[in-house]
T-cell receptor, first 112, second 114 residues
Framework: AQSVTQLGSHVSVSEGALVLLRCNYS??????LFWYVQYPNQGLQLLLK??????LVKGINGFEAEFKKSETSFHLTKPSAHMSDAAEYFC??????????FGTGTRLQVFP | NAGVMQNPRHLVRRRGQEARLRCSPM?????VYWYRQLPEEGLKFMVY????????ESGMPKERFSAEFPKEGPSILRIQQVVRGDSAAYFC????????????FGPGTRLTVL
């Protein structure tokens, strides 16, 4: 069965600092991987997705993620945090199915 | 192009009442998914429907919960005889194709059971 683990339920960074949100997956077959962002009281917005093409995936708002099969990881990064990046971030996996399996989320705080 | 629409955005019910949550997918999308988000948790898959068919309901509680996606009109998630543990945010997503196509999420319905 597939699963997703997000290390760190809360991450705090200063504005302008590097953002690193961790995601590890478990899957016996090549997965599709997604990062979604959720702003307070809103739905989820797709940041980026990996579908077995390039291992470095670029998304919206300056975010990117790298698929590392050897580490079963799909960490999300952004070189320079902005105040507007404060939100909850969810990693999700899908393998030959129609449903997404989500991690428990990481809440990102950005301090001025 | 309007996104996924959900209504109501907020719903308050007393224990034992029924809750009906509606979801209109993006234009042209015929695949609908329902997820539930309990407080401080991630989203959990409930059910996947295509027009007039339930494809996967492996995440639906066995009792009191049902879903439909009729030929005309929105998808409905129905919860009968609600209990306090049903309080959660319910999100609907839609996609153009099945499989691993991108799912686009609505703003959610926040259900509070008193």
């Amino acid at each position: 069965a597939q699963s997703v683990t997000q290390l760190g339920s809360h991450v705090s960074v200063s504005e302008g600092a590097l953002v690193l949100l961790r995601c590890n997956y478990s899957s016996s077959v090549p997965p599709y991987l997604f990062w979604y962002v959720q702003y307070p009281n809103q739905g989820l917005q797709l940041l980026l997705k990996y579908t077995s093409a390039a291992t470095l995936v670029k998304g919206i708002n300056g975010f990117e993620a790298e698929f590392k099969k050897s580490e079963t990881s799909f960490h999300l990064t952004k070189p320079s945090a902005h105040m507007s990046d404060a939100a909850e971030y969810f990693c999700a996996v899908s393998v030959n199915t129609d449903k997404l399996i989500f991690g428990t989320g990481t809440r990102l705080q950005v301090f001025p | 192009n309007a996104g996924v629409m959900q209504n109501p955005r907020h719903l308050v019910r007393r224990r034992g009442q029924e809750a009906r949550l509606r979801c209109s997918p993006m234009k042209g999308h015929s695949h609908v998914y329902w997820y539930r988000q309990l407080p401080e948790e991630g989203l959990k898959f409930m059910v996947y429907l295509q027009k007039e068919n339930i494809i996967d309901e492996s995440g639906m509680p066995k009792e009191r919960f049902s879903a439909e996606f009729p030929k005309e009109g929105p998808s409905i998630l129905r919860i009968q005889q609600v209990v306090r543990g049903d309080s959660a945010a319910y999100f609907c997503a839609s996609s153009l194709r099945r499989g691993t196509d991108t799912q686009y999420f609505g703003p959610g319905t926040r259900l509070t059971v008193l």
